[in-house]
């Protein structure tokens, strides 16, 4: 069986049971999958290695479908796709570094609510999105834009899967926090965030326009 099949089917497979297996935990705590069990657990080692399994899958097969299609007239419109697909890969990995490794792993670590989490709930989630979604696209082929497609629905079911959770752990604070922020991206949020910051950097700025109405 050619390569790309078996990882076609096997970042499939992963997928479905992630997806399952969230929805199995929101109706019965006892199967909850994520937020992720302790580590070194049985249930945490099953999680994370079919969502690796996914997300690899996914990434190298629509790179695959990318790299080896032919150029036509759609090639500018797939090429942009994949770079916006790359500049949000990057957004990612930041979101992680900035999240730090205990919270990536469900771990006590305080509620993160400055720097990027001042634009959307989920800054992991929201660049990885992004970043499958555009890929998938920019591959467009039934089993790299399927399985990207999958992947993105894994990453939007844990979003809300874990609000909960949060809830429980956090109180008030991430109430308060939930109801100012967005869970993943809006623009009405990011014009007020940006006038925030120019207020912050530019007072005086900021204060003569209030002046002139």
Not at 132 to 145: C, K, N, R, Y
Request: charged residues 15%.
């Amino acid at each position: 069986m050619p390569i790309d099949r078996i990882l076609t089917i096997a970042g499939a497979m992963s997928a479905l049971l992630l997806i399952a297996g969230m929805i199995a935990g929101r109706t019965n705590s006892a199967w909850r999958i994520w937020p992720a069990p302790p580590v070194g657990s049985v249930k945490s080692f099953i999680f994370w290695t079919l969502f690796r399994t996914a997300n690899i899958a996914a990434l190298v097969i629509a790179v695959e479908r990318v790299v080896s299609a032919p150029f036509n007239a759609l090639t500018p419109f797939r090429v942009g796709l994949a770079g916006i697909a790359f500049l949000a890969g990057i957004a990612y990995v930041y979101t992680l570094w900035s999240l730090g490794r205990k919270a990536t792993y469900c771990q006590a670590s305080g509620l993160a609510t400055e720097g990027v989490y001042r634009w959307t709930r989920n800054p992991q989630y929201s660049t990885a999105i992004l970043a499958f979604t555009t890929l998938g696209l920019a591959a467009w082929s039934l089993d790299a834009t399927g399985l990207a497609g999958a992947v993105v629905l894994v990453y939007a079911m844990m979003a809300r899967t874990e609000e909960p959770w949060l809830e429980a752990r956090y109180g008030t604070a991430y109430l308060k926090y939930k109801a100012d922020v967005p869970r993943f991206f809006n623009a009405r949020h990011a014009v007020s965030e940006v006038r925030a910051l120019l207020s912050e950097k530019v007072p005086a700025f900021a204060g003569g326009h209030r002046n002139k109405r």
